[in-house]
């Protein structure tokens, strides 16, 4: 069942870690990456907040109620900055500034992510916390 949900976003996946890939930021710089993940995260209707001048927080409260009301919390974190070096790669998605590039895969990582928060919006029925 989950893999139908990630096959899904799939599409949705490669745009955004392509996007971010193109448009790297260093540690705490990050104010575009930010500002797409928030952008993102008010599609799904996922609330969040800032940490900090680019930490991007949200968060889903699972509507299924059990006997015991558990309530039980997870977290998922991703890291969204790049590296100062240049992008050698030759591809339509390289990195479009100069001397920065996602080559430490936090662009994946944030990409990957925010497909699990949109999958655990459309679930958030099914768990509780």
Do not use: Q
Not at 73 to 96: K, V
Not at 108 to 119: E, M, N, S, Y
């Amino acid at each position: 069942m989950i893999k139908d949900y990630i096959l899904k976003e799939k599409d949705y996946i490669i745009e955004k870690r392509r996007w971010l890939h193109m448009h790297p930021e260093l540690s705490l710089k990050e104010f575009e990456t930010a500002s797409l993940i928030e952008r993102e995260l008010d599609s799904f209707g996922i609330p969040h907040e800032r940490v900090g001048e680019t930490g991007v927080y949200g968060w889903i409260d699972g509507k299924k109620t059990s006997a015991s009301e558990d309530r039980r919390c997870i977290a998922l974190r991703s890291d969204i900055d790049a590296l100062p070096m240049e992008d050698l790669t030759e591809n339509d998605y390289t990195s479009t500034v100069k001397g920065v590039c996602h080559s430490c895969g936090h662009d994946g990582h944030t990409a990957t992510l925010l497909a699990a928060a949109r999958i655990l919006k459309e679930m958030e029925s099914e768990f509780s916390g």
